[in-house]
C-alpha cells in the first residue's frame, strides 16, 4: 500500500492512522460521472488523514493507487457511490459515480478534515509536540456514515487485526455489490443492512466471525436507521446511543465516533496496547491500563483523541515483551 517510494510502514504508524499514498503520474480514467475540485488552506495529507478507514491491505472499500490517488467505495444515504480523491498541488480533485456521488462530493471537505480544528490543540509532552511538528497535514475525517465503520470496529473485537481484516474482507466482496464507476478491480460497496440480516450463520463462521459479534452486528442492522441518526448527535451523546445495543461499548462506540464524528475527545478505553502506548511514550510506564492512560490523557481534556493519535505516530513504543497474540480461525472448526 505504501508503494515503492515510501518507507514500509510500521505497527505503530498503522494504529495512528497513516496510509502511504505515493506521487506519481495521474491515473488515466474514463470522464467521471460528478467532480468537484478544492483547496484547502492547510498542507493537506492526504494517507494520513483518510488512513483510519482502511481495514487492512486487502480492504475491498479501500484502495491507495500508485497515482497518488485514494479510492473509497461507500453506501451513502443516496445509495452506493465511489469516490477518487487526489491532491495535485494545493488542490484538490474529487470525481464520484454512482447514486451517492453527489452526497459523496458534497461530504468532500469534511471527509477531508475541514470541520476539525487542530489549532485549538496544545502540546503538552516533548514527544507530542514532535510529532505534531512532524505531522503537520493530520486532521481527523469526519465521514458523516456510522453503519461503514461500526460493523468493522464490531468484527475487530476481542480478536487479532488480521482476523478482523479477513472477515471484513471476505463478508464484503461475498456480499457486498461491485463499486460503480472506473474503480480498481474487485472494490466492492458494502452490503446494505437487510443483506447483513440475512447473512447465513455459516457463513459468518467460515469468516472466523464468532456468534458473540455476529450477533451484536445483526442487533445494529436491526436498528441501523437509528445507528445512522447518531451522525448527527454530539460525539458523547451519539456514543450512548451506540451503546444502547447490546455488545457494543465504550470501545467500539469510541471507534466509531472517531471516524463518522471527527470526535477529538473519543479516546478508545478497553483496548489491549494503547493504554501501554501511552504510558510509556508520556510517563516511561509500560504497564499502564485505561485509568493511568486517561490522567495521563487529563492534560489533553477535548483533544485526547488527538493526542493519542499522535503518539501512536511518534514511534515512540515499548519494546514487545511476549510472542504475539495468537491468531484463530473458527472458520476451520
Same mark, same amino acid.
Given at each position: ?57 486487502? !480492504? ?44 459523496? $462530493? ?48 464490531? $468484527? ?8 478482523? #481484516? ?8 461475498? #456480499?457486498?455489490?461491485?463499486? @460503480? ?60 446511543? $451506540? ?21 477529538? !475527545? ?18 516511561? !510506564?509500560?504497564?499502564?491500563? !485505561? ?8 492534560? #489533553? ?16 513504543? @515499548? ?15
Amino acid at each position: 500500500m505504501a508503494g515503492r517510494f515510501d518507507p514500509r510502514p510500521t505497527r505503530t504508524t498503522v494504529r495512528g492512522g497513516h496510509v502511504g499514498v505515493p506521487a506519481g503520474i495521474p491515473r488515466q480514467a474514463p470522464a467521471p460521472a460528478r467532480m468537484r475540485t478544492w483547496v484547502p488552506d492547510w498542507p493537506l495529507d492526504l494517507g494520513l488523514v483518510l488512513g483510519p478507514l482502511r481495514r487492512g491491505p486487502g !480492504d475491498p472499500t479501500f484502495r491507495a493507487m500508485p497515482d497518488g490517488s485514494v479510492w473509497r467505495a461507500c453506501r451513502t444515504p443516496a445509495g452506493a457511490g465511489t469516490l477518487r480523491v487526489v491532491v495535485r498541488g494545493a488542490e484538490v480533485r474529487g470525481e464520484a459515480w454512482g447514486p451517492g456521488a453527489e452526497w459523496l $462530493l458534497e461530504q468532500l471537505p469534511e471527509l477531508l478534515g475541514a470541520a476539525d480544528d487542530p489549532a485549538v490543540f496544545v502540546p503538552r509532552h516533548r514527544v507530542v509536540a514532535m510529532a505534531r511538528h512532524r505531522r503537520p497535514g493530520l486532521r481527523l475525517t469526519r465521514t458523516g456514515l456510522v453503519m461503514e465503520s461500526l460493523i468493522p470496529s464490531v $468484527l475487530e473485537q476481542k480478536v487479532t487485526t488480521d482476523e478482523a #481484516y479477513r472477515a471484513w474482507r471476505l463478508l464484503v466482496r461475498k #456480499y457486498g455489490e461491485p463499486a @460503480p464507476g472506473p474503480a480498481p478491480g474487485r472494490m466492492c460497496v458494502m452490503p446494505d443492512a437487510r443483506t447483513w440480516a440475512l447473512i447465513p450463520s455459516w457463513e459468518w463462521h467460515r469468516a472466523g466471525v464468532d456468534n458473540k459479534r455476529a450477533s451484536t452486528i445483526l442487533r445494529a442492522v436491526r436498528v441501523a436507521s437509528r445507528m445512522e441518526e447518531a451522525v448527527r448527535m454530539p460525539p458523547a451523546q451519539a456514543q450512548g446511543r $451506540l451503546e444502547v445495543v447490546a455488545g457494543i461499548g465504550p470501545w467500539t462506540s469510541a471507534e466509531v465516533v472517531q471516524r463518522s464524528h471527527g470526535a477529538a !475527545d473519543a479516546v478508545t478505553v478497553g483496548d489491549l496496547h494503547l493504554p501501554g502506548i501511552v504510558g510509556f511514550a508520556l510517563a516511561g !510506564d509500560r504497564d499502564a491500563d !485505561d485509568s493511568v492512560m486517561l490522567e495521563l490523557l487529563e492534560p #489533553y481534556a477535548g483533544q485526547r483523541h488527538r493526542a493519542a493519535r499522535l503518539i501512536l505516530l511518534s514511534g515512540r513504543v @515499548p519494546g514487545r515483551r511476549a510472542p504475539r497474540m495468537p491468531r484463530g480461525d473458527i472458520g476451520l472448526l
